[in-house]
């Protein structure tokens, strides 16, 4: 049995979503942001210390770090999932999987924590724009035409990539990056998705 250790509103909604597609049983444990705080309960430090999620357990080992967790999951679970080592297609796969995590959330993560200090973070808007700007665009260009990141159907990538992707969406950049935009309706249009959202909700 797999456990997912899930917070709302995070990035473990991808891990939820990847468990859905991939049809196994799992059980979820529910975390919830403080309403005041945004932050995750100490409840998350009981189990590892950072405190942070997602976090699953499988095979009786805590694995953490969403790439990881994906990169496992599908290795074990739909290995079709992820490119013939050695291809070209898994040395993309590598680069896109670390890239999720590595460049894209950095600056989400700088426009999100910059914009709470107000006027005192106003010099670094314009750098964090540019870069949100050139990875969303990278994004949007290595886009297949198939509508996917690797392959010819759902990957690994495309789960871990959704992530960025929708916060994207959020900042209505739908007319800037028209293929990241479709690629946000098709993946929210799948059942698995949906059913994911469903659960999540908390």
């Known amino acids: 049995m797999i456990i997912l250790h899930h917070l709302n509103r ?8 990847l ?4 049809g196994v049983d799992y059980e979820i444990k529910q975390y919830a942001r403080d309403a005041k705080t945004n932050l995750a309960p100490p409840d998350l430090m009981k189990i590892h210390p950072l405190g942070k ?5 499988m095979d009786g080992r805590l694995i953490t770090e969403s790439a990881a967790i994906v990169e496992m999951l599908c290795m074990t679970h739909a290995p079709h ?17 670390h890239f999720a995590e590595g460049s894209a959330m950095t600056p989400i993560l700088l426009n999100l924590y910059v914009g709470l200090l107000g006027d005192a973070g106003a010099p670094l808007h314009p750098r964090i724009e540019q870069q ?10 290595v886009l297949r ?13 495309d789960i871990m990539l959704s992530f960025p992707a929708e916060i994207a969406m959020r ?5 800037d990056f028209p293929r990241l935009a479709a690629f946000v309706e098709r993946m929210h249009a799948r059942p698995a998705y949906q059913r994911a959202t469903e659960k999540g909700a908390n």
């Open 10 to 17: 995070s990035r473990s909604h991808r891990i939820l979503w």
């Open 19 to 22: 468990l859905e597609e991939l």
């Open 53 to 57: 999620s997602p976090m699953i357990e």
């Open 81 to 97: 999932m992820i490119p013939q080592v050695g291809s070209d297609a898994y040395i993309q796969h590598l680069e896109l999987m």
């Open 132 to 141: 949100l700007d050139a990875h969303y665009g990278y994004m949007n260009d």
């Open 145 to 157: 035409d198939n509508g996917h990141f690797v392959l010819d159907e759902l990957s690994a990538v």
């Open 171 to 175: 900042q209505n950049r739908q007319e």
